[in-house]
C-alpha cells in the first residue's frame, strides 16, 4: 500500500482546503498457466538397410489439455483420440506404439495399434487385420477407425485425465514406408467425455 499526498490549495476568500488521497496497488492476477497439447516434433527417422521399413520415434509427445483443467474435473476420465496421417485408399499397413505415464492411476501405459486399410475393400472403413493391444497389462480398452475425412484414429479409455503424458512411435507395415506422408501437424490428440465421440 502507498500513499499518495497531494495538496491542493484552492481560495475562496481566505479559506484553503487541503486533503490526501490513499492508493492501494493490488498484486496483479496472472493467468492460468498455457499448458500445450501434443506436439509435433521432427521425429527420429529409421530405416532398415533395404528401405522397405522406416520408424519414426516420437511423432507425438503429449502432455496434459491445453490451459489446464475445467475446475472440479481434474480427475474425471476421459478417452483419448489421436488423428494419424494415415489414409484410406492408400493400400497402407501400419504399427504404432504408445508409451507412457498415467499419474491418474500410478502406472505406466503402454498401447500397440496394427492394421491394413485395403483399396479393395467392399466395406468402407475397414481395418483389415487390425487389433490394439494394452501391453502394459492395465486393461484400459484401446481400439482404432476410420474417421470422417478418412484419416486413421488411435484412441483408448477411459482414462483420469490429470497429468498424463506419452509419446507415439510409428512403424510402416508390408506395404512400404512410402505411402503415408508425415509432416508437422498432421498428427492430433483430442480428449472426449463421451465413449461414443468419433471425429
Known amino acids: ?28 492476477t496472472l493467468p492460468p498457466p498455457i499448458i500445450p497439447p501434443s506436439h509435433f516434433y521432427n521425429p527420429t527417422v529409421i530405416r532398415d538397410p533395404s528401405g522397405l521399413i522406416t520408424r519414426r520415434l516420437s511423432v507425438v509427445s503429449f502432455l496434459h489439455p491445453t490451459g489446464g483443467y475445467v475446475e472440479g474435473e481434474e480427475w474425471d476420465n476421459r478417452y ?3 488423428k494419424t496421417p494415415v489414409i484410406n485408399h492408400k493400400n497402407e499397413m501400419w504399427r504404432y506404439d504408445l508409451t507412457g505415464y498415467s499419474y491418474g492411476i500410478g502406472k505406466p501405459i503402454n498401447f500397440t495399434w ?3 486399410f485395403y483399396d479393395g475393400s467392399v466395406v468402407e472403413g475397414e481395418i483389415i487385420n487390425g487389433n490394439c493391444s494394452d501391453t502394459a497389462g492395465n486393461n484400459i480398452p484401446c481400439s482404432q477407425y476410420q474417421g470422417k475425412d478418412g484419416f486413421l484414429y488411435l484412441k483408448f479409455g477411459p482414462l483420469p485425465q490429470y497429468f498424463n503424458s506419452f509419446t507415439l512411435d510409428y512403424q510402416s507395415g508390408s506395404t512400404g514406408s512410402t505411402r503415408t506422408v508425415h509432416k508437422p501437424n498432421s498428427y492430433r490428440v483430442i480428449l472426449t467425455k463421451d465413449e461414443s465421440d468419433q471425429f
Open 1 to 28: 500500500m502507498k500513499v499518495l499526498p497531494r495538496l491542493i490549495k484552492q481560495l475562496f476568500g481566505s479559506i484553503t482546503i487541503a486533503f490526501s488521497a490513499t492508493i492501494s496497488f493490488a498484486a496483479p
Open 80 to 82: 483419448y483420440h489421436i
Open 114 to 116: 496394427v492394421g491394413y
